[in-house]
């Protein structure tokens, strides 16, 4: 999962690095591993490591142009020390996703101009084969070829130097896009905060298989080219969108926040017997505390007053850790990144509000942490359905036998993870928040766009 972000002046701008620079940092949380840019001009700066570290104040001030696209990356392919955007001649892209049938489209549309490890390169092979002449009718052409032919999900952002901007999403609108504009700029982001720290108030949603083409005098054409069902990303809701972008004029707070009053029910069902005395609710922070701050209403709601207390405090430069590279620094990032307030927990019952279990390891050690400093019982409670198949549309799951629920009952999760309790969120209780026109391929197998 990454983030990607499109901008376009009318004027040329001498501070053009510093919003290049407020974007992308906007969407840091969606990817840590590597940050860059393709002007409007074509120039390309980018780098391993967070955008602080590459784009440090000597590089901010050295942008100024119209526009740029961008992206935060977050590897979904074997090769992890690339970073985009891809450029050939005239055009760079960067695109938030993955593709599964790379080897498919060279075969078919020949070889791009250069040499990549990133899926990214299967737009390159379409476009050198396609874009032979400048021109909207051939970017139409490139982008009906990629939507027909590509296989996976994503979001697409592409300058054609010095004559347009473009953006493109896939037919089923896996990948979340969002775009602002006013009379002076057009601003393209993977989440709506990033466009609301740039001014705009107003957000629109690039449809599922429509293509968006800002020409060099500013002039903006929409083109609805393959459109089918709705497969929105549930996991964006859940976990990777900041709590305050928008999806469908909510926020995401309000989404989670459901989530968490949704799952106290569920909780509540399948422990009728629970003794809540001396017991707290804490969230894992950050991204379950609208969840924890839910149940923690429910519960009031239903007459049970118990506190919501931090249980653990998250260093804050420290990461995510479900999208660091390999299992050995996950297991390390795990310590590092949260420790327990052992105030708060010492000889408590905790119930434990977190947003998913993907492997196990953060779970696993944050229980024993949680026991190490006094916690009584923890009762972790889970706002997603057990993940048990692989995401093949941008987060990088690629097989069952990484995901602890892939073959095991929930008491043998808990068991192996050491929670007194293990409470999912059923799939139910989830459409019943997001809807049933959504992607949960991660839970149920449900897959489209993959043959």
């Known amino acids: 999962m990454c983030g990607i972000i499109g901008y376009l002046d009318k ?220 497969k929105f990303c549930s996991f964006e809701i859940v976990y990777f969108s900041r709590t305050t972008s928008r999806y469908r004029e909510k926020q995401i707070f309000d989404y989670r926040e459901e989530l968490g009053k949704k799952l106290c029910d569920i909780f509540l069902e399948t422990h009728k017997n629970f003794d809540f005395r001396d017991t707290v609710i804490g969230p894992v922070p950050e991204t379950s505390r609208a969840a924890a701050e839910g149940f923690f209403k429910r519960l009031k709601e239903k007459g049970i007053e118990i506190p919501l207390v931090d249980v653990l405090e998250k260093h804050r430069y420290g990461g995510r850790n479900f999208i660091k590279p390999s299992e050995e620094i996950r297991r390390q990032q795990v310590f590092y990144t949260l420790t327990p307030l052992e105030k708060n927990v010492r000889g408590k019952k905790v119930i434990l509000i977190d947003d998913s279990i993907v492997r196990g390891t953060t779970s696993r050690k944050i229980v024993r942490l949680l026991k190490e400093k006094g916690a009584k019982e923890v009762h972790l409670s889970i706002t997603f359905p057990p993940i048990r198949y692989s995401c093949f549309y941008g987060i990088d799951t690629p097989t069952r036998e990484e995901l602890i629920a892939s073959f095991k009952k929930v008491e043998e999760v808990a068991k192996e993870i050491g929670a007194d309790t293990l409470t999912y969120m059923t799939l139910e209780g989830l459409k019943s928040v997001l809807g049933e026109e959504i992607c949960y391929a991660c839970h149920d197998g449900s897959y489209v766009n993959i043959e």
């Open 11 to 230: 004027r040329k701008r001498k501070d053009m690095g510093e919003i290049v620079y407020i974007t992308l940092e906007m969407l840091q949380h969606r990817g840590q591993d590597a940050a860059g840019i393709y002007t409007f001009e074509g120039e390309l700066i980018k780098g391993q490591g967070s955008v602080e570290q590459v784009f440090r104040k000597d590089v901010i001030k050295s942008i100024e142009g119209r526009g740029f696209i961008g992206q935060t990356r977050y590897p979904t392919t074997k090769t992890k020390e690339e970073a985009q955007p891809l450029r050939n001649k005239i055009c760079g892209m960067v695109h938030n996703g993955h593709i599964v049938n790379v080897d498919f489209i060279l075969n078919k549309y020949g070889d791009p101009g250069f040499k990549s490890g990133i899926d990214l390169i299967a737009f390159f092979s379409i476009f050198k084969n396609i874009y032979k002449e400048n021109g909207i009718k051939k970017l139409k052409e490139f982008a009906q070829r990629a939507l027909e032919d590509l296989r996976g999900g994503f979001s697409l952002l592409g300058i054609v130097k010095d004559k347009f901007m473009f953006a493109l999403r896939d037919p089923y609108g896996i990948r979340p896009l969002f775009y602002s504009k006013d009379d002076e700029r057009i601003a393209i982001a993977s989440e709506t905060i990033a466009l609301e720290k740039l001014g705009f108030d107003k957000f629109h949603e690039i449809e599922r298989g429509e293509l968006l083409i800002i020409d060099e005098n500013f002039n903006t054409q929409k083109f609805e080219l393959l459109k089918k069902e709705n």
